[in-house]
């Protein structure tokens, strides 16, 4: 007769991943600002637009500019976790590596944008349940031209 471990542990092991899905599911500041933030990397960075994504993605227009950040999504969740079972709460974290960014410029007429493209490093906030929840700071390292 096969132990109750031996049966359990590799359906454990599959739900694992489910069950962190869910939890980002129900983070609602997880899930806006990835809504707000996060370009997908399915597509190329240079086909990002301003102009486009302001107006698709529904960004609050209360500020001169927007940044973007064009990398997969588990690496801005990997900012927030100190070891395999413990996240940062409630503190500002610079993340290790830089990233492609998009940040928009808001021009002189209010609906038209300017790009403008780089690697920057970039501190995060990590919210109080342990997930990015907004962008403190930006440090540009390089300047990407088209």
């Known amino acids: 007769m096969a132990s109750p471990l031996r049966v359990l542990g590799p359906l454990l092991a ?19 600002f990835m809504k707000q933030h996060h370009l997908n990397t ?11 994504l ?3 993605r529904g960004v609050p227009k209360d500020k001169n500019y927007h940044l ?8 801005i969740e990997h900012v927030c976790i100190r070891n395999w079972r413990d996240r940062y709460r409630n503190i500002y974290i610079w993340a290790q590596y830089p990233f492609k960014t998009l940040k928009c410029y808001r021009e ?17 906030h990590c919210s109080a349940s342990g997930y990015v929840d907004s962008i403190e700071d930006m440090r ?5 031209r088209r």
């Open 54 to 56: 302001m107006r698709e």
């Open 108 to 124: 002189n007429n209010k609906n038209n944008y300017k790009d403008y493209k780089s690697y920057s490093y970039i501190e995060f």
């Open 68 to 75: 973007f950040i064009y990398t997969l999504w588990q690496k």
């Open 42 to 52: 399915n597509w190329e960075f240079s086909k990002y637009r301003c102009n486009d």
């Open 140 to 144: 540009v390292l390089e300047v990407i």
């Open 14 to 32: 599959l739900l694992f991943p489910l069950c962190e899905l869910l939890v980002h599911s129900q983070n609602l500041s997880w899930r806006e």
